[in-house]
Nanobody
């Protein structure tokens, strides 16, 4: 069993910053790509940023230059530093990880429970 636990969401004024964390735990052989997605009310879930185990990153155009994704492989934790936040960044942010569980040869996709980020204007 693999769990992803997020923390760090909250309410912030436009222009402010927040840092999200997501720790993976359980029976993990290896964590491949990890990242963040978000879903605003009435909209589909969308990619925010991902990072591979070797540190290669990918960002949505809407967050480039403002958000930074990073990870600690030893802690199997992924972070999202969000700066210059805008009201349109308001959403539930979900952690995602591509993990090979112990005893398995194949990776599986896991999701966190989501954390609310609200940016007031």
């Amino acid at each position: 069993q693999v769990q992803l636990v997020e923390s760090g969401g909250g309410l912030v004024q436009a222009g402010g910053s927040l840092k999200l964390s997501c720790a993976a735990s359980g029976s993990i052989f290896r964590a491949n790509a990890m990242g963040w997605y978000r879903q605003a009310p009435g909209k589909q879930r969308e990619l925010v940023a991902t990072i591979t185990s070797s540190g290669n990153t990918n960002y949505a155009d809407s967050v480039k230059g403002r958000f930074t994704v990073s990870r600690d492989n030893a802690k199997i934790t992924v972070y999202l530093q969000m700066n210059s936040l805008k009201p349109e960044d308001t959403a539930v942010y979900y952690c995602n990880a591509d993990v090979i569980p112990r005893g398995s040869f194949y990776p599986r996709d896991y999701w966190g429970q989501g954390t609310q980020v609200t940016v007031s204007s």
